[in-house]
């Protein structure tokens, strides 16, 4: 016999579900600025791609919004823009 079971009625379920969905946006997100930087500048250094992949969701969407207005990508440009303290 099956059981079922609603995540929306077990706290503990719902916080591991919860927790699942904000890793994969942040890993989602990252993978759209690795894909921007290759895009705009070429091939993404290893040390790049963790160094993306070790940002926060503000970090992410603040780097996104760098990459799109930067008029050129060389790699000092880059470099600032990971760089760029939080305001």
């Known amino acids: 016999m099956a059981i079922q079971v609603n995540i929306n009625e ?3 379920l719902m916080d591991i579900f919860d927790q699942g969905r904000a890793e994969g946006e942040v890993k989602g997100r990252a993978e759209v600025v690795l894909r ?3 895009r705009r500048h070429g091939p993404v250094s ?3 791609a963790q160094r993306v992949h070790a940002g926060s969701v503000d970090d992410l969407d603040r780097w996104f919004d760098a990459l799109i207005d930067a008029p050129s990508l060389d790699a ?3 470099d ?3 760089s760029a303290p939080r305001h």
């Open 76 to 78: 000092s440009a880059l």
């Open 10 to 12: 077990h706290p503990f």
């Open 46 to 48: 290893e040390a790049m």
């Open 36 to 38: 921007l930087i290759e």
């Open 80 to 82: 600032a823009i990971l």
